[in-house]
């Protein structure tokens, strides 16, 4: 067990690496992989942080950003997609979590 969130990060892109493919579609933009965002959300998780939280981290971490290999910091509501997605797909690391910017349905 670390204590230290590039230590989570490299081994959430390491994991993410061999288990999801860079992009959910031929037509992705290409701005950020999905082992990028897969490394972000364990992230917050490690952090117990929320979307905007995460992204100000970011901000004032260029440590993060370049053991990412990130050139630029995604919007919150990236992720928010990304956690989306990823449920979708039925991954199991997300499986118990419903993200909080989901849509809301009319009960």
Known sequence: ?????RAVV???LRVARGAIPAYSSKFSRKDFTQHQLFALLALKTFLKTDYRGLIQILVDFRELRDD?????????STLCKAVQRL??????????????????TAA
Do not use: I, N, W
């Open 68 to 76: 990412l290999g990130l050139d630029k910091v995604p919007h919150y």
């Open 87 to 104: 449920l979708k797909k039925g991954s199991p690391f997300f499986s118990s979590f419903k993200p909080p910017c989901a849509p809301r």
């Open 10 to 12: 490299q081994e959430a």
């Open 1 to 5: 067990m670390t204590k230290s969130p």
